[in-house]
Each structure stands twice: as structure tokens, then as C-alpha cells.
């Protein structure tokens, strides 16, 4: 799937100030969304009114008809954007329109929301087949990981694992966590992260604390081992020539689509850590579909049990039986 390329601020300037400056107000009022989702919004609202100054005369917001968005995601979907990127584009766009409709109608009584449900949004794309790892598969990995030695890749996998952490949460462990005491339950040590800024409305999102066992443990340490001393705070790190930083949530996915892919020999993904916990935790390992809740963060179970694989292909064989 293609992507669009960025808005620069050259381009941002040449639209029209009355759009610039409703886009810039409502990012930075809107303190309902994480800051992902406005990191998202505020690229898809750049494009989309840089559009509208290439191809609908640069119209002010509130003079934009709906045959114009029309055109616009019919653009979207003929340059080749996948159907979850003009979906996201298509959310920011109605939800800055939201904005107006609340906070300007006095001035602007007649506006109304241009991206509605007479424009269809787009059918979904194929999506690939949710597989996730099972054990054999995961401590394989593990293993071919230890053997060429990436301490690093190793310690973020079983991390990712054991949490069932999102890549952005995982992000923010900080090396500080080697000196935490476990909590003993049984034969079990499991060992609690500082706070971490989970998923979640508003820019903070949901602070929650996270845990992982002690296997996951012993690969942090050996990680810190081979890392050595330095100044980041951070377990997971980048070296450039400006320094030592936090990693970029990217290169964990680099280091899935490289080194992992290799050793599996399928597709791996980040947020793959987190449904293969899920589903081993209750399909491989029998628990209840909430403990697994409780360690994912969710509110519902429900929304668990999304995440969870199970192979029912021989369900219906029962109503025969």
C-alpha cells in the first residue's frame, strides 16, 4: 500500500490562514485524544486541506461541500492508500468538522459535518490472517536470538511477551527496572515497571504499571550486561552520532520484518507479541479469559477475546453429534 507524502511547512503556509488556523486549534485543544492519534490527525488534516488548495480553490472549512470530500476520498483510494489509512484520514477530518459544529455555531449556523454517512467509507482491504505465535514458535525465536547473540532484540521480545505490552509501551521501560524486587507468589517472581503511559483517551492516556516474569528478567539483564554504562534512562536504545536515545517505536517493527521474519519464516509485527500472550495465556494454558484482561489492560473482556485465536474449525461438527 502507498503513503502520502508529508505536508512541509513551506506547503503548510501557502493554504489558506482560515484553514491553517482552525487545524492548529483544534490539535491543540483537543485533549480527549492521545498523542498518537493527534500525531495522525495532524498530518491527515495537513494533507487533506493542502488537497483542497491544489484541487477545490483552496475553499475556507466552512464553504467545503461534500461532493468535495467525495472527490478527495476517491483520490485517496485511487493513489493506492490502504482502507484503515483513508479511514483515518476520513475519522480526523469529521472530527475537526465535530469541532465546528460544537464550538462555532454561532458563527457558522448552518455548517454542517461534509464527511457523513452518504459516503460510504471504503470496503476493508484484505487483511492478513491473524496467526499468532505459539510456544514452540516463540521459544524457538528466543533461542535463535541468544545464538547470534541480540541481547537487545531478545530482551524486547520476552519484555513484549510477558507484558503483552503494546510497542509503545514497551518503549517507555526504563533500565531502572534491573533493581526492582519481585513480588514472590509460589515459585513465580514477577517484577512491576514504573508507570507507563498506556492507551487511553486524552493526551495521558491510562498510567497503569506493568509486569513480567522472571525470564524476561535475566534477558534485561544480560542486555544491560553487553550494554554497558551510560546516561539514558531508557532500556531500549538507539546509538547515532548524537548520542544514546530512546529507541524509535520503528525499529521495532524493523526488527521484526528483518531478524524475526527470518527465524520464523512468516510475517512478525509488534502487536503480534501481544495477541500470541493472549492466546496462549487462555487457549495453551486454560486460564480465564479475565486474568488475561487484568494483564492486557483492557476494560472488557470482550475487547480480550478479540485478541485471542482460537481454532474452531471443527466447531460445527457438534451439531451433528
Given amino acids: 500500500m502507498k503513503r502520502l507524502p508529508n505536508i512541509t511547512e513551506e506547503m503548510w503556509s501557502s493554504i489558506n490562514p482560515e484553514n491553517r488556523k482552525i487545524v492548529e486549534e483544534f490539535i491543540r ?16 488534516l495537513k494533507i487533506f486541506y493542502y488537497w483542497v488548495k491544489e484541487n477545490a480553490s483552496d475553499k475556507v472549512f466552512y464553504e467545503i461541500k461534500p461532493k468535495d470530500y467525495l472527490l478527495y476520498q476517491n483520490f485517496l483510494i485511487r493513489y493506492g492508500l490502504s482502507s484503515s489509512a483513508v479511514k483515518i484520514k476520513r ?17 457558522f449556523p448552518e455548517f454542517r459535518n461534509f464527511v457523513n454517512k452518504k459516503i460510504p467509507a471504503p470496503e476493508t482491504n484484505f487483511v492478513n490472517e491473524k496467526k499468532p505465535l505459539d510456544l514452540d514458535e516463540y521459544k524457538n525465536l528466543c533461542n535463535e536470538l541468544e545464538k547470534i547473540e541480540k541481547w537487545q532484540e531478545l530482551a524486547y521480545l520476552k ?24 513480588k514472590i507468589i509460589g515459585n513465580t517472581k514477577i517484577y512491576s515497571t514504573g508507570d507507563i503511559r498506556c492507551k487511553g483517551k486524552g493526551k495521558t492516556g491510562k498510567i ?5 516474569g522472571e525470564d524476561a528478567m535475566n534477558s534485561i539483564k ?31 517493527n524493523s526488527w521484526c520484518s528483518t531478524t524475526f521474519e527470518k527465524i520464523v519464516g512468516r510475517r512478525i509485527h509488534p502487536h503480534l507479541f501481544r495477541e500470541s500472550r493472549a492466546t496462549s495465556m487462555v487457549v495453551e494454558q486454560g ?3 479475565k486474568i488475561a484482561q487484568k494483564l492486557l489492560g483492557h476494560n472488557s473482556s470482550l475487547t480480550t477475546e478479540i485478541y485471542v485465536v482460537r481454532d474452531d474449525k471443527d466447531d460445527s461438527d457438534e451439531a451433528f453429534t
Fill in 29 to 44: 485543544e483537543s485533549t480527549s485524544l492521545s498523542t498518537d492519534t493527534l500525531k495522525q490527525y495532524e498530518s491527515a
Fill in 208 to 212: 497503569r504499571k506493568l509486569q513480567i
Fill in 91 to 107: 475519522s480526523s477530518i469529521s472530527s475537526l468538522n465535530g469541532y465546528v459544529e460544537i464550538y462555532y455555531s454561532d458563527e
Fill in 159 to 182: 519484555c513484549s511477551f510477558s507484558s503483552g505490552a503494546r510497542r509503545g509501551e514497551v518503549r517507555q521501560f526504563l533500565k531502572e527496572i534491573a533493581k526492582e524486587e519481585p
Fill in 287 to 289: 486460564k480465564d479469559i
Fill in 222 to 252: 544480560k542486555w544491560l550486561e553487553i550494554r554497558g554504562d551510560d546516561d539514558c534512562k531508557y532500556l531500549f536504545i538507539s546509538k547515532s552520532k548524537e548520542g544514546i536515545n530512546q529507541i524509535a517505536p520503528e525499529r521495532f
